[in-house]
């Protein structure tokens, strides 16, 4: 009954009820909010840079080297030489020297030009359905391309210029799905990956013309791509520079329609992985002598960009304090105006025997009701905005968050929002409490 | 002791006073001593200022007063504790006052429930009884603030009566209504604290009803 009693005076109070009760679902929102955000963030750009030791790309930004690297979100500084880059496969200190190409993507879907290893070795990926790419222009999908795109093996489609937006299709050369990838949760479900010979093969005049800039694409739109000429160099050297997976490309077809200089191709970058701690004091240092390389590590990027995210996330987390303290405060003028318009009632419930306990009690249980209706429909708004927000971040910056994470602080939070609303609710229930029912009476009854 | 019980002067009251007054200011208000039996009827009239509304909130305990006692049953009211004192409030007396205040979150049934539930005596079927008997049945399930004044009232009388207390003190109850409903609802006091065993004690100074009670005292008088 006393439930009962303290629930229906919330009811029956929408408009201040439901301030209180917004104010806090709002500030409960939005802790959870940045708590989810900086917890998925934190923790897949750590599970990604913990994959690769060391990015070699060219000279620039060494974030944006991982970003686009690693992450696949930035665009690259530049390219390199394959053959400037070779010394790391046959370094002893290095497990796995992977290299990559960009420069296209299809519906916003980044084209990766490397080998197999990129898949089995950095991601554990696994082909769920079909085969390997082996001839250039076959490419393997990972599954949220297959599932959004809906393609499947057999499948063919033309690949842009361009890694986000993009200038113009490449209408002569038709990619075609072979293999489609189990799902990882990774950034790899995300990405179309395919040989480097594809990406040289899209792209033959760039190794003439030097690195290809991304970011001006657009310039590229008077390209005339000529299809008849020289197709991708011999694979004997890309199995040459990842010595350690030549077996692995034994059954690789190769196309020796024509040959062009080594010396003249060009990747990306090297996604670089060491199989001694000595070679995380060697290796940064030889690649950063030399002039058109820059190695960047992952783990470090990604602590400074983390630093420079925090102070911005916590300025959030103290908003959200503010909305808090401000929801407390509305929840204590809720509640003494409550005991304003109720004191007859109050005084009703005396004559009729209520004792103060009961009624301190049934005050004390509105602020439960308030602090509990508010917390848990902050809880859900939070997720349920997270939810969409990942959607939003899966769409534009191909990169898997959701709603469905839960933290232990969060059940923290929920509980100790119910006990300040409780506790808010002592102060006016001590006012119920010294309530002079004879003066009361007096006055208006 | 032998004389005394054979002429009633050791006789259990209900309600028996001693000497009690209260202080507003520098104003002294002394009450005429009252010994009240059980089932009995009691009319307390006087002007404004007179003190009435001061007296019926001593004898029900709600309000201490400066000098005296007030037992009810043969318990000193104001040597109990406040909570022992809320619980014999609930148990024993029931109110009715001229404006008729309820818990606006609640129904009508909800309200003649929590009355009982705050005395642990919840009984549905009292509540029904008593709702047929005023005619107010069908309006069991409807808020207590679709309710006309008159139907207030005699919602409230039915609060007064749902936990059967050994008394009903009813402050002006009349003294808001038009004489047809004041007659209505000073029957439905009589009546049902009659049917009940119930002492009934009235406070007024509505002259509409003072013929309707043989024992009255008249706060003037003192």
């Known amino acids: ?445 | 002791m032998l004389l005394a019980y054979i002429f009633g002067l050791n006789q259990k009251k209900l309600i028996r006073t001693n000497n009690i007054s209260v202080k507003y200011g520098d104003i002294d208000i002394k009450f005429p001593n009252i010994n009240l039996d059980y089932g009995g009827q009691l009319l307390i009239i006087g002007k404004s200022g007179s003190g009435k509304t001061s007296l019926l909130n001593i004898l029900g305990g709600l309000l201490a007063p400066e000098t005296g006692n007030v037992l009810v049953n043969d318990v000193d009211l104001f040597s109990l504790t406040n909570n022992k004192r809320d619980n014999f409030r609930g148990q024993q007396i029931g109110f009715v006052f001229q404006t008729p205040h309820f818990i606006k979150s609640l129904s009508v049934n909800d309200n003649l429930k929590f009355s009982q539930y705050m005395s642990s005596k919840v009984n549905q079927s009292k509540i029904d009884i008593l709702l047929k008997k005023v005619d107010l049945n069908h309006l069991k399930n409807s808020s207590i603030q679709n309710l006309s004044e008159g139907e207030k009232q005699r919602i409230s009388i039915i609060r007064a009566l749902v936990n059967q207390p050994s008394i009903i003190f009813a402050d002006e109850p009349t003294s808001a209504l038009d004489d047809g409903s004041c007659y209505n609802v000073v029957d439905l006091l009589t009546n049902l604290s009659q049917e009940n065993n119930t002492t009934l004690v009235i406070v007024t100074h509505d002259k509409r009803i003072k013929d309707k009670f043989p024992n009255k005292i008249n706060l003037n008088d003192f």
């Not at chain 1, 077809?253 to 080594?262: A, L, N």
């Not at chain 1, 070679?279 to 990027?301: H, W, Y």
């Open chain 1, 1 to 445: 009954m006393i439930f009962k009693l303290a629930l229906r005076n919330i009811i029956t109070r929408p408009l201040s009820s439901g301030l209180s009760v917004v104010l806090l679902s709002s500030s409960i929102m939005v802790i959870i909010l940045s708590m989810l955000t900086m917890k998925q963030m934190k923790y897949k750009f750590n599970e990604n840079a913990n994959k690769i030791d060391l990015v070699v790309g060219a000279k620039g930004s060494r974030l944006q080297s991982v970003l686009c690297n690693v992450f696949h979100i930035d665009y690259p500084n530049g390219n390199i030489k394959l053959n400037e880059v070779s010394f790391l496969a046959k370094h002893p200190f290095v497990k796995s020297a992977i290299p990559i190409s960009l420069g296209d993507s299809y519906k916003k879907h980044r084209i990766i030009g490397t080998n197999p290893n990129f898949i089995t070795h950095i991601y554990n990926g696994s082909i769920s359905k079909g085969n390997i790419f082996i001839k250039p222009l076959e490419v393997v999908i990972g599954s949220n391309v297959a599932a959004k795109l809906k393609l499947d093996i057999g499948d063919s489609f033309n690949g842009s210029h361009g890694i986000e937006e993009s200038t113009h299709d490449h209408e002569d050369f038709l990619y075609r799905v072979v293999g489609i990838l189990s799902p990882t949760g990774e950034i790899i479900d995300q990405l179309i990956v395919t040989s480097l010979e594809s990406v040289w093969q899209v792209h033959p005049d760039d190794d003439k013309k030097g690195s290809f800039d991304l970011k001006t694409a657009e310039e590229h739109d008077h390209h005339i791509h000529d299809h008849k000429s020289e197709i991708s160099k011999n694979n004997k050297e890309i199995t040459t520079f990842d010595l350690k997976t030549a077996e692995e490309h034994d059954h690789h077809i190769h196309d020796h329609k024509s040959e062009i200089s080594k010396n003249n191709k060009e990747i990306t970058a090297v996604l670089v992985n060491y199989n001694s701690p000595r070679a995380k004091f060697t290796i940064p240092g030889i690649v950063n002598q030399k002039n058109a390389l820059m190695g960047a590590e992952p783990a470090i990027e990604i602590k400074q960009l983390l630093e420079l995210i925090e102070p911005a996330v916590n300025i959030i987390y103290v908003l959200s304090l503010f909305i808090f303290g401000l929801s407390i405060f509305s929840i204590l003028v809720t509640l003494l105006n409550s005991m304003k318009d109720r004191k007859y009632e109050i005084s009703m419930m005396r004559v009729g025997g209520a004792s103060i306990r009961l009624i301190f009690v049934s005050i004390i249980l509105e602020g439960f009701f308030i602090g509990l209706i508010g917390s848990i429909s902050g809880l859900i708004l939070g997720h349920s905005i997270m939810g969409i927000m990942a959607r939003f971040l899966n769409l534009n910056y191909n990169y898997q968050f959701t709603g469905l994470v839960f933290d232990r602080l969060e059940f923290a939070l929920l509980f100790m929002t119910i006990l300040i609303g409780m506790t808010t609710a002592i102060f006016p229930a001590i006012t119920a409490y010294r309530l002079d029912i004879s003066k009361t009476l007096k006055n208006k009854i």
